[in-house]
């Protein structure tokens, strides 16, 4: 059967095919994610502080947050699982020398370096930009790579000598499925449907130092 002016339309023409999904932007994703407040969406300045999901925010906006009782919280889902500054720990970071920070052009103008990580791992040098794992003790909130917890086994903290056990340490940032057990792969909706149960909230955001994870 023809169309208008006697030609034969292709398949492709007649069946719409699905919508194309739009691609993220990975680059981007990771530069909010880890240089950016999760709760105020502003950039990342100490003090620190980490939750048990392992999400980053600023210390600032989680006490504004607490003492906001208004029932309308613009983001107040991304901490609604945050019930006391207890429940976050204040991080102690590792500068990254390369980091450039706040540089001045010749017009007076600033501007934050995001093309280097502001953190590095302390023991293997790593930059804390989301292309590898890292963890803080609950204990001490010191921050490592998964790496170097893994490859240098120790019961002490490898910076303030702190003893720990494997349950302290949370993944920054972590996703759902990230590790091959069974123990990480539930994520942080799970963890954030259950928020008055601690062990189920921060189920999934633990390291896994199992062989077959490494």
Same mark, same amino acid.
């Given at each position: 059967?023809?169309?208008?002016?006697?030609?034969?339309?292709?398949?492709?023409?007649?069946?719409?095919?699905?919508? =194309?999904?739009?691609?993220?932007?990975?680059?981007?994703?990771?530069?909010?994610?880890?240089?950016? /407040?999760?709760?105020?969406?502003?950039? +990342?300045?100490?003090?620190?502080?980490?939750?048990?999901?392992? %999400?980053?925010?600023?210390?600032?906006?989680?006490?504004?947050?607490?003492?906001?009782?208004?029932?309308? =919280?613009?983001?107040?889902?991304?901490?609604?699982?945050? =019930?006391?500054?207890?429940?976050?720990?204040?991080?102690?970071?590792?500068? #990254?020398?390369?980091?450039?920070?706040? =540089?001045? #052009?010749?017009?007076?103008?600033?501007?934050?370096? +995001?093309? %280097?990580? %502001?953190?590095?791992?302390?023991?293997?040098?790593?930059?804390?930009?989301? %292309?590898?794992?890292?963890?803080? +003790?609950?204990?001490?909130?010191?921050?490592?790579?998964?790496?170097? +917890?893994?490859?240098?086994?120790?019961?002490?903290?490898?910076? *303030?000598?702190?003893?720990?056990?494997?349950?302290?340490?949370?993944?920054?940032?972590?996703?759902? $499925?990230? /590790?091959? /057990?069974?123990?990480?792969?539930?994520? $942080?909706?799970?963890?954030?449907?259950?928020?008055?149960?601690?062990?189920?909230?921060?189920?999934?955001?633990?390291?896994?130092?199992?062989?077959? *994870?490494?």
């Amino acid at each position: 059967m023809g169309c208008d002016g006697g030609t034969i339309p292709k398949r492709h023409e007649l069946v719409k095919g699905p919508k =194309k999904v739009e691609k993220v932007d990975k680059d981007a994703e990771l530069v909010a994610q880890w240089n950016y /407040c999760t709760l105020s969406q502003e950039i +990342l300045r100490r003090p620190i502080v980490a939750c048990e999901l392992g %999400r980053l925010y600023n210390k600032d906006a989680v006490i504004e947050f607490l003492l906001d009782k208004s029932a309308e =919280k613009a983001l107040g889902k991304a901490a609604s699982h945050i =019930k006391s500054i207890k429940n976050v720990t204040e991080l102690k970071l590792s500068d #990254n020398p390369a980091w450039e920070g706040d =540089k001045g #052009n010749t017009k007076g103008d600033k501007h934050d370096d +995001l093309q %280097r990580a %502001r953190f590095i791992c302390p023991v293997v040098g790593l930059e804390m930009n989301g %292309r590898h794992r890292f963890c803080f +003790l609950r204990c001490c909130g010191c921050v490592f790579s998964e790496r170097a +917890l893994k490859e240098i086994k120790a019961e002490v903290c490898h910076t *303030c000598g702190a003893a720990f056990q494997e349950d302290d340490v949370i993944v920054l940032n972590g996703t759902k $499925g990230g /590790c091959g /057990c069974a123990e990480g792969q539930d994520g $942080g909706e799970k963890a954030e449907s259950e928020a008055g149960k601690e062990n189920k909230e921060t189920q999934g955001s633990r390291v896994c130092f199992k062989t077959r *994870c490494q």
